[in-house]
C-alpha cells in the first residue's frame, strides 16, 4: 500500500487499528497497524499508519525496529521525542516478557 493521506479517523470503523483491536482483538493486527498505535499520530502530511508503513518498508521487521538506537529512530521522518519513548518503552516490555512464563 502506498502512503494515502489518509487520515485514520476518516478510514472505516472496522479499518481503524484500535477499533479492530477493540472488536477483533491484538493478535488480528499487522506489524503495521500495531506500529501505529504506538505512534498514536501521524503529521500534518501523513498518518500514523502511513508512518509505520514507512518505517517497515525501511526496516522490514519489527525485531530490526526494536534493535535501533535512540539516535537512528530520531532520524524517522514524523518521528520525534514521544513517539520514540513510546517505542522503546513497547520494545522493552516485549523484551522482559520474553523471560515470563504467562500462565
Known sequence: ????NIRIKDLPE????REKLLSLGPETLTDKELLAILIRCGSKNKSALDIAEDILNEY????NIGGLPISELMKIKGIKKAK???ILV??????RLNHINFK
Do not use: C, H, W, Y
Not at 1 to 4: F, G, I, L, T, V
Not at 90 to 95: D, R
Open 84 to 86: 520514540v519513548i513510546n
Open 14 to 17: 472496522g479499518d481503524r487499528p
Open 1 to 4: 500500500m502506498q502512503n494515502s
Open 90 to 95: 513497547a520494545f522493552e516490555i516485549a523484551k
Open 60 to 63: 522490514r521487521t519489527l525485531k
